[in-house]
Each structure stands twice: as structure tokens, then as C-alpha cells.
């Protein structure tokens, strides 16, 4: 595939839209929460919702009834425009790029409130042609609506053909923010045997070799998406993307939601949908550092202000790499205690 010079990577796409931007602006997103727009009841706690979470995404796409796609898209306006988001990220996920909805979404929300929007999340992205085309479109409404800054693009996978796609997806464009996994549309596409949305199966399993006395053998339960999660964070890594854990369907298991959360963050995500007010907690708990592994980080910056040579903390070795290890930590810990005044006095910052 041929491929644009970096010159060219980062030029505007049409005549004046923003530049796009070199690297990506450092926000604090632990969580992205779902709200339904069109429901008039959920609009009115918006405002007290944006100080609760990292970011507010307005979706257009699943969930929403057909017969409501208007109104939802009318809501998202209207609940944009009233609150004030301060520090929380506005999101939306627009309809799927061959649905009769996407156009109509991209032109309203640019027009009315595409100053205040931060990320445009884009569904069932297949590879790189489809970010292109969104790409130019976004522009195209920048410069008609000479917007201050670029509007990002978060991809979702859940086809084959886009965790086939991943890495071209992830280099598409400056303008790209990460990406999600998307499980229950992806299973589908792989023809998964699976209802569940995210999480393990209890048939998706190792168990272990017949002992001599023929008595009981251990069993432990697999994760179904370890493959295409770790696919997803290696391409977002590799080109400076935020990849995300996606939804966690069944709100009553709030253990295994935890979990499945927890897997991702040490797995390299920097967050996870919630859907339910209930996985906020889980969120914020998960994807801020634990404040003990914050404090031996600190040690080891400490020990190697400049990262070099070796030292011994509590006799085990830290070089060069731990020190990298320890300066993840310590700056996401800055981030969250920037927003969590509890989380700040625990790290002791």
C-alpha cells in the first residue's frame, strides 16, 4: 500500500482545517460512559455525570432504536451545548459508515458542536480506507465551520476484517486517537460461539491431565479475546494510540467485570467502556495505579533519577527498564491525583 511521506502525513486535509496534531493531547481517560441521548431523563444528568467521569460519549449507534436515531442525534446537541464538560472528554459514536444515519450525524454535529467535541468514535472499522474517508469528511466540516482545533477518531473493532487490518487502521492518520475492542459484533463476524458480551465462557477452558488415583482434575476458564486485545494494544503502542477494553455486558457480575477490566489495564489498555453507572467505581478503581505500586515506582525514580545503571530496592535488581516500567506508573498516578483529590493524598503527591 503505498503510503504518504510524513511531510504530507501531517498537512490538513482540506483548506483551512486545523493542523492536525503531532502527538495526542494527555487526558485522563480511565473510562468512556455511554449515555443513551434520546432519553430525556439521562440528558438531565449530564451535567452532575461530567464531574464523575473521563468521558461522556453521546451514542448514535447500537442501542438506539431506529424509530430514535434523530432524536438521539438532537439530544447529543442539546446536551452538549448545556454542559459545561470542563476537564471530561465529550465524545460521540456515530452511526456505521453504511448506515442512512452517518452523513446526517457528522454534518449536525460539526455544525452545531463540533468546538466542544473531542473524539469521534466510529464503529465497525475494517481497515484504513475507512479511516481516510472519515478523515477528509471531518476536515471538510472544520474548515466550513473554521473549528479551533481537530476532531479525533476512535476506531472499534468488531469485524475480522478490521483485527485483520489493525496495524494499517492504527497509521491511517494523525488524526487517530485508539481503539476498542468491539466482542459481540466481532463474534459474530468470526461466527464465535458466544451470546455473551465480553468476558470469559465457561466452556472456553484448559483442563488439566488425568492424575494416577483418577480423582478430580482442575479446570480453569479461558479469556476468549486475550489474542485480539494484546493484537489491538501492540498496534495502538506502536504508533502512539490509546487502545481501549470495550463493553462488559452482564452488569450484574460486577467481580468478573473487574477482572476483565484489570486484565486490560495490565495488559497495556488505558481504559474501558462503562454502560452501567455501576462499572464507573469498577473503572476508576482499575485503571488508577495501585497507590503501594505507586510508591515503590517513586522509589526507583528516586534511586535512577536518569534512568541509567542499577540499583537494588528491597533486594531486587532495577536497571533501565524498570525505571520505564516505574515512569508509567508515576505518570498516570499525576494524571488521576490531578483529578482525584483522595487518590492525590494516598499517592502522597
Known amino acids: ?3 504518504k511521506t510524513p511531510r504530507q502525513f501531517f498537512r490538513p486535509l482540506a483548506i483551512g482545517a486545523p493542523e492536525p496534531y503531532r502527538e495526542l493531547p494527555l487526558r485522563l481517560e480511565r473510562m468512556i460512559h455511554f449515555v443513551p441521548p434520546h432519553l430525556e431523563k439521562v440528558r438531565a444528568k449530564v451535567p452532575e455525570l461530567a464531574g464523575q467521569v473521563d468521558i461522556v460519549l453521546g451514542n448514535l449507534e447500537d442501542a438506539i432504536p431506529v424509530e430514535a436515531k434523530q432524536a438521539a442525534r438532537d439530544g447529543f446537541i442539546e446536551l452538549a451545548k448545556a454542559t459545561d464538560f470542563g476537564a471530561t472528554g465529550l465524545w460521540t459514536r456515530v452511526n456505521a459508515l453504511n448506515s442512512p444515519w452517518f452523513l446526517d450525524d457528522i454534518a449536525a454535529i460539526m455544525a452545531e458542536i463540533g468546538g466542544k467535541l473531542d473524539v469521534v468514535m466510529v464503529p465497525k472499522v475494517e481497515g484504513p480506507w475507512d479511516i481516510h474517508y472519515v478523515d477528509q469528511l471531518l476536515a471538510q466540516y472544520e474548515a466550513r465551520h473554521a473549528l479551533p482545533k481537530p476532531v479525533l477518531i476512535h476506531a472499534i473493532l468488531e469485524t475480522a476484517e478490521g483485527v485483520k487490518n489493525v496495524d494499517a487502521i492504527a497509521t491511517a492518520s494523525p ?10 459484533d466481532l463474534a459474530a463476524s468470526r461466527a464465535m460461539k458466544t451470546t455473551r458480551v465480553g468476558g470469559g465462557h465457561p466452556e472456553y477452558k484448559v483442563i488439566a491431565d488425568p492424575s494416577p ?4 482434575r482442575a479446570i480453569a476458564q479461558q479469556d476468549l479475546w486475550h489474542y485480539t486485545l494484546a493484537k489491538m494494544v501492540d ?7 490509546k487502545p481501549f477494553y470495550g463493553p462488559f455486558g452482564d452488569f450484574s457480575d460486577g467481580a468478573a467485570c473487574e477482572a476483565q477490566f484489570r486484565n486490560a489495564f495490565l495488559l497495556g489498555c488505558a481504559g474501558a467502556w462503562t454502560l452501567h453507572p455501576s462499572q464507573i467505581e469498577i473503572a476508576k478503581r482499575v485503571f488508577s495505579p495501585d497507590p503501594d505500586e505507586v510508591a515503590f515506582a517513586g522509589r526507583i525514580l528516586e534511586a535512577m533519577p536518569d534512568g541509567s545503571g542499577a540499583v537494588m530496592i528491597d533486594g ?7 525505571w520505564k516500567q ?9 494524571q488521576v491525583a490531578a483529578r482525584d483529590p483522595a487518590l492525590a ?3 502522597g503527591f
Open 316 to 322: 531486587k535488581m532495577q536497571d533501565d527498564a524498570t
Open 326 to 334: 516505574a515512569k508509567v506508573i508515576v505518570d498516570l498516578a499525576r
Open 1 to 3: 500500500m503505498t503510503t
Open 213 to 216: 488415583d483418577g480423582g478430580p
Open 235 to 241: 498496534a495502538c503502542a506502536s504508533a502512539g494510540l
Open 175 to 184: 488524526r487517530m486517537h485508539g481503539m476498542s475492542l468491539g466482542p459481540a
Open 345 to 347: 493524598a494516598r499517592y
